[in-house]
């Protein structure tokens, strides 16, 4: 169980937003959603990703002859990145010099995560924190998060899980008995506009969340604000009707959206598809926990 793997993006220690008290937040690779708005795009692919963070690039050539694909060159106007490739080996990382490659993902056991896990231990003791699975979507490395959650436990870990809820009901019931708290992505609870904002449909995450709340597991809903996308007060209604009604309504958590990734998608190489717009103001946050309200929910902003 120590030897599963991950391929894991990313590790933030001290993490406050990723559920209570003090977390340590694992960032695994992969995601079968395109959110417009997503603010973890070197996420979304499920393969080594190289960030290429131009800025910082000396045109020093190091990482030409490191390079086995040629995906290097340096020419009369610098240095050049020829994405398409890169095999994201990560020798060219090795070689730069002042920080401009970063290889986005490697190959992480159980037993390395839980070394990682256990550094601040005594920050998430005192604050009632833990440790949480995040992504990209972890429900597509099931195994290793469940050997995972499974050994945090014996310690005495809180584990919390954020997920979008796409994925076979089957997968997301594999790691219930050990997961403490589920933070679960609430995007739109109209189909259509759900998939124009993440590409795919929303039928599977509405009913594992009817599923997952009839378990009891503690669950916290977790609803991005989007300006132009799900502010207005039919889309509020309508997923205050749908929370309502699922058989123990949890909590909801509003979050407001900003504008602040457009770096990380020139990095990983994809296309800027964040809204053109400004965070939503404290007045617009209240209003609609206010609608959220209405219909008996919870809300925290």
């Known amino acids: ?85 890169c095999i994201g080996c990560g020798s060219c990382e090795t070689a730069c010099l002042h920080g401009a490659l970063q290889l986005c993902s490697r190959r992480i056991t159980v037993e390395k995560a839980l070394e990682l896990a256990l550094e601040d231990r005594d920050f998430q003791r005192r604050s009632g924190g833990g440790v949480t699975v995040s992504g990209g979507e972890p429900l597509l490395q099931t195994g290793f998060c469940r050997a995972f959650f499974m050994e945090l436990g014996k310690l005495g870990v809180h584990r919390a899980l954020d997920t979008s809820g796409e994925a076979p009901w089957e997968t997301l019931e594999l790691l219930l008995a050990e997961t403490d708290l589920v933070l679960y992505d ?22 594992n969340l009817r599923r997952l709340t009839a378990t009891g597991i503690p669950i916290e809903i977790r ?17 205050g009707r749908f929370l309502a009604g ?24 994809r296309s800027d598809t964040l809204p053109d717009a400004d965070p939503p103001e404290d007045a617009e946050m209240e209003s609609a926990a206010g609608i959220l309200r209405s219909f008996g929910l919870k809300v925290l902003w």
């Open 1 to 85: 169980m120590l030897n599963i793997e991950a391929l894991l993006a990313d590790v933030k220690p001290l993490a406050v937003h990723d559920g209570p008290g003090l977390r340590t937040t694992f960032f695994l690779k992969g995601c079968p959603l395109r959110c417009r708005w997503c603010h973890n795009p070197e996420c979304i692919s499920p393969r080594p990703q190289l960030l290429y963070r131009e800025k910082f690039c000396a045109d020093c050539g190091n990482c030409v002859p490191a390079c086995p694909t040629g995906a290097h060159r340096i020419g009369a106007g610098g240095h050049r990145f020829e994405r398409e490739r």
């Open 186 to 207: 609430f995007k739109q609870a109209d189909d259509a506009k759900h998939r124009a904002g993440t590409g795919v449909s929303n039928r599977r995450i509405l009913e």
């Open 223 to 239: 609803i991005p604000l989007i300006p132009g996308y799900n502010m207005e007060q039919e889309d509020l209604e309508k997923a």
């Open 246 to 269: 699922v058989p123990q309504p949890p909590p909801v958590r509003l979050l407001a959206y900003h504008p602040f990734a457009h770096e990380k998608y020139r990095f990983a190489g």
